[in-house]
């Protein structure tokens, strides 16, 4: 079975400082990995997608993030947040080339950018 | 395109009432997905449909909670009778069919429906 683990539930950082939010998954399968942004009160956004090919992926928004197979992880950065980057952000899996259409789902990261 | 809508985006009911929630997906997507989002549980799936038919209903916490797709562009999930434990956000995803270029099976997400049972 396969798992996502996000190691930080909260991220605290100033306005302009990077960061680094992180994720490792679990799985015995090669997988498709994504990131999604969670504003308040509002719905989950896709972020960025790795599906095979460069492991530096880019998404909207300035943010990027890095497959590393051998340590199975997936971390998002961005060199420079503003205060409209506070959200949650969720690392999710899924199987690639099965008939398993669910994503797993860590359980977020709260990013709070602070002035 | 609309994105994924969802109906309502808020709901008060007393414990004992029932509650439905709608979703009209993505036109021309295939795949609908329904979750529940609390602070203790996180994001759970509960169901998911592929051409109106569910697939997967593991999720589904018990008897109380059904969920429907009569037709390619409507869902409902329905709470009969509802209890205080179930208030949490629900959303509702779809996705396009497979195989799609460019497409790793993302989902795309509705704003989302906050359920509070008093």
């Known amino acids: 079975a396969q798992s996502v683990t996000q190691l930080d539930s909260q991220v605290p950082v100033f306005e302009e400082a990077p960061v680094e939010l992180r994720c490792n998954y679990s799985s015995s399968v090669s997988v498709y990995l994504f990131w999604y942004v969670q504003y308040p009160n509002q719905g989950l956004q896709l972020l960025l997608k790795y599906l095979s090919g460069s492991t530096l992926v880019k998404g909207i928004n300035g943010f990027e993030a890095e497959f590393n197979k051998s340590q199975t992880s997936f971390h998002l950065r961005k060199p420079s947040v503003h205060i409209s980057d506070t959200a949650e952000y969720f690392c999710?899996?899924?199987?690639?080339?099965?008939?398993?259409?669910?994503?797993?789902f860590g359980k977020g990261t709260l990013l709070t950018v602070n002035p | 395109d609309a994105g994924v809508i969802q109906s309502p985006r808020h709901e008060v009911t007393e414990m004992g009432q029932e509650v439905t929630l709608r979703c009209k997906p993505i036109s021309g997507h295939d795949y609908l997905f329904w979750y529940r989002q609390t602070m203790m549980r996180g994001l759970e799936l509960l169901i998911y449909?592929?051409?109106?038919?569910?697939?997967?209903d593991s999720g589904m916490p018990e008897d109380r909670f059904s969920a429907k797709m009569p037709n390619a562009s409507f869902s409902t999930l329905k709470i009969q009778p509802s209890e205080p434990r179930d208030s949490a956000v629900y959303f509702c995803a779809s996705s396009p069919p497979y195989p799609h270029p460019g497409w790793g099976y993302e989902q795309y997400f509705g704003p989302g429906t906050r359920l509070t049972v008093t």
């Open positions: 449909f592929n051409n109106n038919v569910p697939i997967d």
């Open positions: 999710a899996v899924s199987f690639s080339g099965g008939s398993n259409y669910k994503l797993t």
